[in-house]
Each structure stands twice: as structure tokens, then as C-alpha cells.
């Protein structure tokens, strides 16, 4: 061993990617993994999905299992989350201090509750944990009807478990159509079919105005809706708050890298949702809150730290299941002119341009198009190429 020691904060994708990454890219320092949540690193996309549907177990979303722990020589510690952040040391909330000669911020995102009254209940749900997951579950075992707010990803996969789990769900859209502002009409328009295939009721163009006693609530469409179960998909907050204290440089709520994923302080990276690092290929900073991003982004600061080459040059993407049905979407998500849509033989395709560029590409049954949308995005070039 060294004298060098790497500190991560935070045991999601970043995190537990950038441990491996340091000690595959030869980083020999002690390497200790600080996390706030009780569990065991885990898979997140599946709690929207099977594992809330009670078809997966806690066993089958490990992100890790054990024996990598020990083979790579990573101290694990769960439960204890880092509050302090100084030079060359971070402590916890229970006193204990970790120093460091390299440090990698991957604290993540929290779900957000909107301020509005009653949505600060008990009894109303969100969504981001394996045990905020299983409780959800468990409150759904309890009741007949569900009402979810918020139509994107997350709550339409969750709408679509709760309903097949047997509860009467009701989504409640802001918008015309599920996505419409980054995805547009047409896929918007896909999407609330799937969700009415899979009995769920889409109630478009109704917010939420407030939430009485965890189970009534009322929208600014003037309806009062009375139900077993409140959840809240309203969005999530990059948790800066540590960076912030310590002084890195924050920009639109978000934790300012360079494509090497390094902060505006030397031996400090920063990796995942908590991030607005800069792309080499898109030549500016992106933020992103996918989980593969997750796992790119922390490969780079692990490897950094371990003082190997690596960039952040890829299009950032992701997948969604709504319930049987996939959807693929990689751009760089800042922005489009025009939406094209495409469909044949059950399969489609949105092409997404700017200035005659393309810059983003969603697909469903249509992995071909997905593939080449990614090389075209990347290499800048124009829509005619794409058809």
C-alpha cells in the first residue's frame, strides 16, 4: 500500500464506479466508500420497476457483491454520512474523520417535495431509495387506489408497477403530454398510450395545488381527489450542499468539473448527478441525471484519481421501461429546433435537430437508429444523414 488514500463520498453508480475504476487503473492508496444510506450499494432503475413490483429481491439489485469489496480492497461504511468537508479530510456526522489525498464527491440527487401544503405529509411517498422502494410497495398492498404526481420517467414507471400491482392509478400530467417539453409531442403521445394501455389514467394539464392529510388532493383543474396513496415524482435536487460549505465552485446548483471530472479544487472530483462537468465532445457543460452517466462519469474520476488518462466524451443517454415497452434516448440534452418523427413496423424513432444538427435521438424496437443517432450526435452532422 501507499500513502495515498481516496476518500468517495456516496455509494450510488458514481461512487461505487469510481472505487473500481481507481483500483483497475492501478491506484494502490487505501480506499474507503462513505455512505449515508444504510443499504448496501444497489441498483436504482429497478426500483421504479420490478423490484417494486416485488419481482426482484435486494439480492438481485446489489450493484456489488462482497467478494469484489475484498478483492479490490474497498472499505465500505454505510450509514454515517459525510458533513464536513476540509483539505485533505471529510467527517462524518457521527465525529468520524477520513483523510484523504484524493476525494470523490458522488453524493448524488434527492427527491424533491414540491412547497406546497401537505406535501411534507408522512404519509406521502417519493421515490429514491431501496427502502423508500420497498415501502412504497408495502403502502400499496394497503390500498386500492394511487394517484402519482409528476409524468416523467419515474413516475410513469411507477405508475405502471402500482397499476399492476392492482391499485387504480391516476397520473397527474402538468403538461399536454407526458415529456412534451425534452421529448416532444409525438413521443409524449406514445408514451400516455402505453400508460392508458396499462390502465392507468393520465389526467394531462393538472397540477397539484395541495395534499390534505396524505390522501386528498386537490389540482388546479378544480378537482378533489380522495385515494389510498400519494406519490410524489416531482423531481430531483443534486445534493451540493458539502461542495458548497467547502467552497468548490457551484454552478446552476451543481458541482463545476472539467471533462476529467476534477472541481475548481485540486485532488477533489466530482462525478454523477451532482456534477455539471464538461463534455469534450459537446464542448460545454452538461448536467445529467442518468444512471449510466452515473457509471461513465465515476470510471473518469476514478481513474483521475488514480492519475490515469480519461475524458468525459460520450453522448450521454439512458433507457426507460414502461412496463413491457422500452424506450431509448441519448442526446446532449440541452435544447432542440425540431422533433422528427418516424414509425414503421411497430418500431419508432424521434430525431431531434438544431440548426439542421442532429442532437438527440429516441427510439423505441428501433436499436439501429439508437446506434447510429449516437455516432451522428457525436460526430455533429445533419439530419439528411440520419434518414
Same mark, same amino acid.
Given at each position: ?75 465500505l461504511a454505510l450509514g454515517d454520512p459525510v458533513v464536513e468537508l476540509n483539505d485533505g479530510e471529510v467527517r462524518t456526522a457521527a465525529g468520524r474523520v477520513h483523510p484523504f489525498t484524493q476525494c470523490v464527491l458522488a453524493t448524488g440527487a434527492e427527491p424533491i417535495r414540491p412547497d406546497l401544503p401537505g406535501a411534507d405529509h408522512e404519509a406521502v411517498r417519493v421515490l429514491r431509495s431501496r427502502r423508500s422502494s420497498a415501502e ?27 397499476? @399492476? ?96 471530472? @476534477? ?125
Amino acid at each position: 500500500m501507499s500513502a495515498e488514500q481516496l476518500v468517495v463520498v456516496g455509494s450510488g453508480p458514481a461512487g461505487v464506479s469510481a472505487a473500481r475504476a481507481y483500483r483497475e487503473a492501478g491506484g494502490t492508496g487505501e480506499v474507503r466508500l462513505l455512505s449515508a444510506d444504510d443499504d448496501p450499494p444497489y441498483e436504482r432503475p429497478p426500483l421504479s420497476k420490478d423490484f417494486l413490483r416485488g419481482e426482484t429481491t435486494e439480492d438481485e439489485i446489489s450493484l456489488m457483491d462482497k467478494e469484489v469489496y475484498q478483492d479490490l480492497d474497498i472499505g465500505l461504511a454505510l450509514g454515517d454520512p459525510v458533513v464536513e468537508l476540509n483539505d485533505g479530510e471529510v467527517r462524518t456526522a457521527a465525529g468520524r474523520v477520513h483523510p484523504f489525498t484524493q476525494c470523490v464527491l458522488a453524493t448524488g440527487a434527492e427527491p424533491i417535495r414540491p412547497d406546497l401544503p401537505g406535501a411534507d405529509h408522512e404519509a406521502v411517498r417519493v421515490l429514491r431509495s431501496r427502502r423508500s422502494s420497498a415501502e412504497l410497495r408495502d403502502a400499496a398492498a394497503d390500498a386500492d387506489e394511487a394517484i402519482v404526481v409528476g409524468a416523467g420517467f419515474i413516475g410513469c414507471e411507477a405508475a405502471v408497477s402500482l397499476s @399492476r400491482l392492482g391499485l387504480g392509478v391516476t397520473l397527474l400530467c402538468p403538461d399536454t403530454v407526458p415529456q412534451r417539453q425534452r421529448l416532444g409531442r409525438d413521443a409524449g403521445e406514445l408514451i400516455a398510450g402505453w400508460l392508458a394501455a396499462e390502465g392507468v389514467r393520465l389526467l394531462r394539464e393538472t397540477s397539484l395545488v395541495s395534499i390534505t392529510g396524505g390522501r386528498r388532493v386537490r389540482t388546479d383543474t378544480g378537482w378533489d381527489l380522495d385515494t389510498g396513496l400519494v406519490l410524489l415524482a416531482t423531481g430531483v435536487r443534486p445534493r451540493v450542499e458539502l461542495a458548497e460549505k467547502a467552497g468548490l465552485t457551484i454552478e446552476n446548483g451543481r458541482i463545476r468539473t472539467d471533462e476529467r471530472m @476534477r472541481t475548481s479544487r485540486a485532488g477533489i472530483c466530482a462525478a454523477g448527478d451532482v456534477a455539471l462537468a464538461h463534455n469534450a465532445s459537446a464542448g460545454r457543460a452538461l448536467p445529467v441525471e442518468h444512471w449510466g452517466e452515473g457509471l461513465a462519469m465515476g470510471e473518469i474520476a476514478g481513474r483521475t484519481a488514480a492519475g490515469a488518462e480519461a475524458v468525459w466524451d460520450a453522448v450521454p443517454g439512458f433507457w426507460s421501461e414502461i412496463g413491457d415497452r422500452t424506450l431509448k434516448y441519448a442526446a446532449w440534452g440541452d435544447g432542440y429546433d425540431h422533433a422528427w418523427p418516424a414509425s414503421r413496423d411497430g418500431a419508432f424513432t424521434v430525431w431531434y435537430e438544431r440548426d439542421g444538427v442532429v442532437v438527440g435521438v429516441l427510439t423505441h424496437e428501433a436499436d439501429e437508429d439508437y446506434e447510429r443517432g449516437s455516432d451522428l450526435i457525436r460526430e455533429r452532422r445533419r439530419l439528411e444523414d440520419a434518414r
